[in-house]
């Protein structure tokens, strides 16, 4: 709102009324005199009115601004958090793309080693059934990894296996086990040297003999002589820890020798 000068107004239209006064008549004279107080005074009054309803709306005016100012701060600062959280955001995805990646990478090379892992295991199976089905009975363990999927414990049992195995042939053991004698099955007392040789009594103690794997079936021989026969036995019970370690000769003519 724009407001004219209005004190310059008021004493312009006090000196034009004043040469009215001057030639008029006495009365005349006199009701125009009392007329411009009046006139002066409300114009002073509009002007003070004026004044007040500018300072009303400058001051309506600079709460409001005031109120923008601050407003308009808030949303700065909002549209900067956002703007700051928005770059967090970015950089969280760009990571988690760079971590899905990676694991995508290690699971495609765990898929692998699983596969090699498997393929190692089945093949160390086979040679160890392969190794059972042609050695003397008790040679090689029984496979405990039957029916298991995961291929860390797969092969970890597979190796205990062997390691057992090769223990197997480093020691002397006796077993109870089941042979072909004279065509029959019978059950024997098993007197075996790693996989180099094997020797055999009834379990009345009353037969003595050899032993060869042939195929999966354990192939008894009886010894004539009563000496070998004796010397068995004795190995047996040293074997079992029924008598004092000796020295013990045997009958290997059964035993087969590499040249």
């Known amino acids: 709102m724009t407001h004219k000068p209005l004190v310059p107004m008021l004493l312009a239209l006090t000196v034009l009324a004043l040469p ?13 005199a009392a007329a411009v107080p009046q006139q002066v005074q409300a114009e002073l009054e509009a002007a003070h009115q004026a004044r007040s ?16 100012d601050l407003l308009l701060s808030a949303v700065r600062r909002r549209t900067e958090r ?32 699983r596969t090699l892992l498997d393929a190692l295991s089945e093949r160390l199976e086979k040679d160890l059934q392969a190794l059972a089905a042609g050695a003397l009975p008790g040679l090689v363990p029984p ?16 190796v205990a296996r062997l390691e057992e195995t090769e223990s197997r042939l480093a020691t002397v053991t006796v077993e109870i ?20 040789a094997a020797w055999w009594i009834a379990l009345d103690g009353d037969r ?3 032993a060869r794997a042939d195929g999966d079936r354990l192939v008894l021989t009886p010894v004539d002589a009563p000496e070998a026969a004796e010397a068995i036995r004795k190995a047996v019970a040293v074997a079992e820890g029924r008598a004092a370690p000796g020295w013990t000769l045997l009958p290997a003519g059964h035993v087969e020798v590499d040249e």
């Open 53 to 68: 309803d500018l300072a009303e709306e400058t001051r309506a005016w600079t709460a409001e601004k005031q109120r923008l």
């Open 20 to 32: 009215l006064a001057g030639g008029a008549g006495p009365q005349e004279a006199g009701g125009q």
């Open 177 to 196: 086990v089941t042979g072909v004698l004279d065509g029959r099955e019978v059950t024997v007392k098993l007197l075996r040297a790693g996989d180099a």
């Open 143 to 158: 496979d405990a990894a039957a029916g298991v999927t995961d291929p860390a414990r797969r092969l970890d049992a597979a």
């Open 82 to 113: 956002l703007e700051a959280e928005a770059k967090e955001a970015a950089a969280a995805r760009d990571e988690l793309k760079k971590k899905r990646d990676t694991l995508s990478a290690d699971t495609q090379r765990l898929e692998t080693v």
């Open 208 to 210: 003595a003999g050899t």
